[in-house]
């Protein structure tokens, strides 16, 4: 039963712990449904508590004590301590001196659906601590702040456990009656308990090594189920990439002498970075040419580098409290972004992350959900990890690379591991490492750390024929978020270049300044004017290259200016954005019409922009496939002020389709030009190839001609690679085809026995925009293939249906509302985090006409109002109606 007043807790309310954690000796008897587990701590009073009260709480929930034992023989009697449903508070321990406390308690893997602390997966033993799971393993100091090394002995069955794993160096082990069997870890470095892990099962491992820059010789081991064997290459070779990168660029040498990773099919995130274990979802360590896309492919090695990353951006030095979460993820997520743009192409992964910000991250910043990446309070720690804390952070360390400069950044990084090795810290620390190594004045920059919203910067432009100037007049505005109706101004870097009407660039020269190819404007007032000169004529003016701030920009553009950037911007970035905004204004016209009932005819200049893209002799050809990419309908719905589903898809397929039509006979070319057959290449020319291809391939689909059926049905049936096979599967769903149940039982047929292909097979269905969508939706939760249970089957259906398929679950009945209420409702009692996930969907509700708000805001009260609903799910809900 949920607490009627559940607890906030606040970050303003921060005190130090009133107690230390010296020393850890963890002992657990491995049982599926009866894990014992024995903690003996060597604690003290901590110096720094100003704190009077002599007892001790400790965290802990859903665990059956057995014991509490004080300095090895005063056993405690029901007197000296009162446990709680969440903790167990001692009454009195010694003050001047260390001691040692021992709790024995007990636990059931097999019961924990929540997938928090020590669960069972898939028949494997493994745990997840971050944010708080630790304290469903046994009592603790359950906080970042608390940091202790960690000696961790583990006794199982040899045969249901013969590979028993923790963090750190493997110091001991043997056999014991009864076919058992013991295994002692011990982590040399000081941790706090969130970094804490445990895996026991029936594994295999692949191993390699890693040689330092230093001479010392890394062991890498990765373990998986006997099955997945065959498709740990790739992930091998991603960890010792990242390895190589962190010393080049950062100077961070790995520390242990062994690094371990091991996957997990039930897993709620990503992967965690658990000192010298990661534990992983499955989706993010395996991939073979025939079950992985070159997306997962690409996903592998940037998640492989995040975790790796985290063992100095996390692990070294780790956050003194949840507020300060982004501190390590943010700082993490520029980390493995500049990672894969050194690895991949720079262009596409730049637009990749700015097109992810931009069509979920600004819509948080939007909502009533809208946080800063330093929050100031929180009911559920775990709904805190959100795309603004990690990718608005991301953004906002790249903010200080570029005020800073690459070398200035890397002297602020290297005083901040200096300063800060061991510790545990706050954003603040990090920001003052990088002015004091730098001489710089960041204090009006901390305020992105404190201001939730996204800034809208407004753009106004005159040109002195007289005195050759160009005068750049920018202002900035935060819309009001919940808790924070009036902003101050931030310190938001604008880099800026000039382009020449016939296409060549212009050098820029702030007055008093020297020329360069581009400037960074410091804009720091509500409103500041930039006077550029030297210039012979009037400038096409390319504002925010490379997406320098996570912000809006409000310029006032025509098409035929940004089709001239379309064609000859040299930023990368903003060439690229020229042609979603050229897209963006061409569908917000049709969508009008569409409204009015009118005709949709597409402006011949867009067919005309996008003709000259495909005329060009790119060498990218995964960035050409983005050039010719239009905006997502996620991405036009936060351009409207009320949302439309039906006008946004009709009005940008009418645009998809106009270009198919006019532009056949090239894309019919470039499709033939790249079909071949390249699996198991993956690099940057095939997966272009691949990329382009498949691109042109949905263009043509919207012909609905015979040939074109044919082609996707060949594709399909001769792919060699995942790539290739799900594209043209795509194609075949998302448009009247056939064939398209044939293919989906033979896709099915063909992987089975494969879990994550069978989650792009639930996904491409429920993705689809087809008539009857829904109904297949209700019919594949019945699928024997669908388990609740499975947070990446949920997310595979529940979740692409709702976050990724607007027409359908937007359907103006509130069918897909009320789908979507029931499934969180089933979700609550198995695993809240997954369940509270889910709830985001409904939480624009605002942003609809007044039909569908009245829908979704039931479905909001209606959750929160059920009895047993979860504090995670309760605070989004309640949250969005606020």
């Not at 954003?427 to 730098?438: G, I, K, P, Q, T």
């Not at 979860?870 to 989004?876: A, I, L, Q």
Request: proline share 5%; aromatic share 10%; glycine share 6%.
């Amino acid at each position: 039963m949920r607490d009627a007043n559940p607890r906030t807790v606040y970050l303003k309310d921060y005190t130090v712990p009133d107690y230390l954690i010296q020393h850890v000796d963890l002992n657990f008897t491995l049982d599926e449904e009866n894990t014992r587990v024995v903690s003996r701590l060597t604690m003290c009073r901590n110096p720094a508590s100003r704190s009077s009260d002599t007892s001790l709480t400790l965290a802990g929930e859903n665990l059956q004590l057995i014991r509490v034992v004080l300095n090895e023989d005063n056993e405690l009697g029901d007197k000296d301590y009162l446990q709680t449903p969440d903790s167990l508070i001692i009454h009195d321990v010694p003050q001047q001196r260390s001691f040692v406390l021992t709790i024995e308690n007990g636990i059931d893997p097999k019961a924990n659906t929540a997938l928090e602390g020590l669960y069972l997966s898939n028949g494997m033993l493994c745990t997840q601590c971050e944010a708080e799971g630790f304290r469903k393993i046994t009592y603790f100091l359950d906080r970042p702040d608390v940091m202790a090394d960690f000696t961790t002995t583990i006794t199982a069955d040899r045969d249901r456990f013969p590979v028993l794993l923790s963090n750190g160096n493997k110091v001991g082990h043997g056999n014991l009656p009864d076919n058992r069997h013991w295994v002692t870890w011990k982590d040399p470095f000081k941790k706090p308990c969130y970094l804490f892990a445990l895996v026991a099962g029936q594994l295999e491992c692949v191993e390699d090594y890693f040689t330092t820059v230093s001479g010392r010789d890394i062991t890498l081991q990765i373990f998986v189920e006997k099955h997945d064997l065959d498709k740990c290459g790739h992930a091998m070779q991603s960890l010792k990439n990242a390895m190589a990168w962190d010393e080049q660029v950062y100077g961070r040498e790995y520390d242990l002498d062994l690094y371990m990773i091991v996957a997990v099919s039930h897993f709620n995130m990503g992967a965690m970075e658990n000192k010298g274990l990661n534990v992983f979802n499955t989706k993010f360590v395996l991939a073979r040419p025939d079950t992985a896309t070159d997306a997962d492919y690409e996903h592998i090695e940037g998640v492989i580098g995040h975790e790796y990353f985290h063992n100095w951006t996390g692990n070294r030095i780790t956050c003194r409290d949840w507020f300060q979460l982004s501190l390590k993820e943010g700082f993490t997520v520029f980390r493995d972004q500049e990672f894969t743009g050194d690895r991949t192409s720079k262009a596409v992964k730049r637009i990749e992350d700015v097109n992810m910000l931009r069509t979920r991250q600004f819509a948080e910043d939007a909502g009533p959900l809208a946080h800063p990446i330093r929050p100031d309070a929180y009911i559920e720690i775990n709904n805190f990890y959100t795309l603004t804390v990690y990718e608005k952070g991301a953004e906002i360390v790249r903010m200080l690379h570029t005020l800073l400069g690459a070398d200035g950044f890397r002297k602020g990084s290297d005083l901040y591991f200096e300063r800060h090795d061991g510790q545990a810290v706050t954003c603040d620390d990090f920001v003052s490492a990088m002015e004091a190594a730098n001489g710089a004045d960041l204090s009006q920059f901390r305020r992105w750390y404190a201001q939730a919203g996204t800034p809208v910067i407004n753009v106004a432009q005159h040109y002195d024929a007289a005195q050759k100037t160009l005068s750049l007049t920018l202002s900035q505005y935060c819309p009001p978020t919940p808790g924070q109706p009036a902003k101050e101004p931030l310190l938001i870097p604008i880099t800026t270049g000039l382009i020449n009407k016939d296409g060549s660039p212009a050098l820029c020269r702030l007055q008093d300044g020297e020329a360069a190819e581009q400037v960074v404007l410091q804009l720091t007032q509500p409103e500041q004017t930039f006077v550029l000169a030297d210039l012979n004529e009037e400038p096409i003016v390319s504002v925010l290259r490379g997406f320098s701030a996570p912000v809006k920009l409000a310029m006032n553009r025509p098409l035929d200016e940004l089709a001239f950037l379309l064609s000859h911007d040299p930023d990368t970035f903003n060439r690229w954005d020229a042609g979603q905004q050229l897209a963006v204004q061409v569908i917000s016209g049709l969508i009008v019409d569409y409204q009015d009932g009118s005709e949709l005819a597409v402006n011949p200049l867009l067919i005309d922009a996008y003709k000259k893209v495909l005329a060009h002799p790119w060498e990218d050809l995964s960035y050409f496939s983005l050039l010719m990419t239009l905006p997502s309908e996620l991405y036009l719905t936060e351009q409207m002020r009320v949302v439309d589903v039906e006008a946004i898809h009709y009005a940008r397929e009418a645009v998809a389709k106009a270009l198919a039509e006019q532009l056949r006979e090239p894309l019919e070319a470039l499709y033939l030009k790249h079909h071949r057959d390249e699996s198991g290449q993956f690099d940057a020319g095939a997966i272009g190839r691949r990329r382009i291809k498949n691109t042109c391939l949905a263009y043509l689909a919207r012909l609905d001609a015979d040939w074109v059926q044919h082609w996707a049905l060949q594709q399909f049936n001769s792919a060699k690679n995942m790539t290739d096979q799900l594209a043209a599967l795509t194609v075949i769903v998302n448009h009247p085809h056939p064939a398209s149940q044939q293919c989906l039982d033979s896709f099915y047929e063909q992987w089975r026995h494969e879990a994550l292909v069978i989650d792009k097979w639930f996904t491409t269905q429920a993705s689809s925009p087809l008539p009857g969508t829904f109904e297949k939706v209700l019919d594949l939760l019945d699928h024997p293939a669908f388990d609740i249970k499975n947070p990446n089957r949920v997310r595979s259906l529940i979740g692409a249906f709702s976050q990724s398929n607007p027409l359908h679950f937007h359907a103006a009945s509130g069918q897909g509302y009320q789908f979507l209420a029931d499934r969180i409702l089933e979700l609550n009692s198995l695993n809240p985090q997954v369940a509270s996930r889910m709830v985001g969907a409904l939480t624009s509700w605002r942003r609809y006409d007044e039909k569908r708000q009245g829908l979704m805001k039931a479905q909001l009260e209606r959750i929160i109002s059920t009895p047993a609903i979860s504090k995670d799910v309760y605070e989004v809900a309640v949250k969005s109606l606020a």
